[in-house]
């Protein structure tokens, strides 16, 4: 419908500036003209609200902005060119094409590249709500500014609300991808939390897209960690790999570990949750949620750089007791790298692990075996005390997450399949529900097959 909403106000652009050619009118009528077809352009819109994929949402905010001010700046005109009878231009009419062409576009343009995308249906009995603050680690000083301000990790609740007295919930903390977001598999929290967990979505500054610190400042991705990521992980040795790869997870770890630290400690009932930055209506929402939180039940999960490092603090906590990796590369059990070949710790991995990988990464799995190349997630796969693997056919990375459902065109931009997303990610997560019941709850038996297809 987007496409059909742009087509008719450009139909009514053309066939304006067409009549009032031929009319060959004056300012005058020129102007009045203009502020009705602005204002049958508003109409119009107000008219195809009622049809599916037309709404009121920020994929349409710009152009309703848009169209507003059209006709304010229109009828401001016409009472200014009212006496005017001098005879427009044509190259006037032309230039006026040309700028609405180009404003309707730019206006439109998230309705073309979001979609109308408002969740995916919730399964559990329980309802829903969200929550948020800033932990601030004063032992780690913040590496990617020179004011030796401290490092802070923003974590964000997903929680059952509706929650019985006395009700506690495992805890499951999820990290997202490199140049991530906090979001960016909201449907996997909120249909976690639907079943009984407290969920935390944690943000890496400056490894997230963007973030906010406690100044309320917004931080974006640091362009030299982009670019790292870009570059290393296309034409990069082992070497340069193994090198860049151990800063990363230093930091990602490091947030992680303090994440848990801080939220082990709030669930404290003799906690006073001081140390947490929020305001007084947030820092009350957080202790609430801490109070229903069971830190002796806790699940580690996350997407791409994120799962390598659920991987790597879950083999170094005793306190972790299920793990996800969601198509993420193992980089914490690379030690070294020599002779264009990875050095991968061959070591037990004492907690139960479940990993779900993308077709490409499937099939380089399997490559890696036969040739005998040290791939690291190979060695999990052998040492883990319980191991499940699975992956979907023709899925990509990004096909774990939801963004190509919130932004189709961003998710083929970044590697999305040939998939039913929705399919995707109402698997993935019912996935996860399934394997936490089992490892968190010690609820039934987790079973999970060897591939799915990407369509239901």
Not at 58 to 73: D, P, Q, S, T
Not at 110 to 127: M, S
Not at 158 to 174: C, I, N, T
Not at 448 to 453: K, T, W
């Amino acid at each position: 419908m987007a496409y059909i909403l742009l087509a008719v106000l450009f139909s009514a652009e053309v066939g304006f500036i067409i009549f009032d050619q031929i009319r060959k009118s004056s300012k005058a009528g020129w102007s009045k003209r203009r502020l009705i077809v602005n204002a049958g352009q508003a109409v119009l819109f107000a008219l195809m609200l009622a049809f599916p994929g037309i709404d009121t949402s920020f994929r349409f905010k710009g152009l309703m902005i848009l169209l507003a001010v059209r006709i304010v700046f229109a009828a401001l005109f016409a009472f200014i060119n009212r006496k005017k009878d001098i005879a427009k231009k044509t190259s006037g009419r032309i230039v006026s094409l040309i700028l609405s062409i180009i404003l309707i576009s730019g206006a439109m343009m998230p309705a073309f590249i979001f979609a109308d995308y408002d969740g995916l249906p919730l399964n559990g009995p329980y309802k829903v709500d969200t929550c948020n603050a800033i932990l601030v680690d004063e032992n780690r000083t913040e590496t990617f500014e020179n004011d030796g301000s401290f490092r802070e990790v923003p974590v964000y609740f997903f929680y059952p609300s509706d929650a019985g007295e006395g009700e506690r919930f495992p805890l499951v903390v999820f990290s997202h991808g490199a140049f991530g977001y906090y979001q960016s598999n909201v449907s996997t929290y909120m249909e976690l939390a639907s079943h009984g967990y407290v969920v935390v979505s944690i943000e890496h500054p400056y490894h997230s897209f963007f973030t906010k610190d406690t100044d309320g400042k917004i931080i974006i991705v640091d362009s030299g960690f982009m670019n790292s990521v870009m570059t290393t992980g296309q034409e990069g040795t082992e070497e340069e790999i193994f090198e860049v790869a151990q800063e990363w997870m230093k930091i990602r770890t490091g947030d992680m570990n303090f994440a848990l630290d801080e939220l082990i400690k709030g669930a404290d009932e003799n906690d006073t949750g001081d140390y947490w930055f929020a305001d007084d209506i947030a820092k009350a929402d957080t202790l609430k949620v801490l109070g229903m939180t069971d830190t002796e039940r806790i699940g580690l999960m996350g997407h791409s750089m994120g799962g390598a490092t659920s991987v790597e603090v879950g083999k170094e906590r005793d306190d972790i007791d299920a793990v996800i990796d969601i198509d993420g590369t193992m980089l914490g059990s690379i030690t070294g790298a020599e002779d264009g070949k990875f050095i991968v710790e061959d070591m037990e991995y004492k907690v139960p692990v479940f990993e779900i990988e993308n077709m490409n990464a499937h099939k380089e799995a399997i490559k890696a075996e036969q040739t005998g190349y040290p791939y690291p997630n190979n060695m999990i796969r052998k040492n883990a005390d319980v191991y499940y693997g699975t992956y979907f056919e023709g899925a990509l990375h990004m096909d774990y997450t939801d963004l190509p459902m919130f932004s189709p065109f961003l998710g083929k931009m970044l590697g999305s399949g040939d998939v039913d997303n929705a399919y995707v990610m109402n698997t993935v997560n019912s996935l996860a529900v399934s394997f936490f019941d089992c490892y968190l709850k010690g609820e039934g038996q987790f079973s999970v097959e060897a591939s799915y297809q990407g369509v239901g």
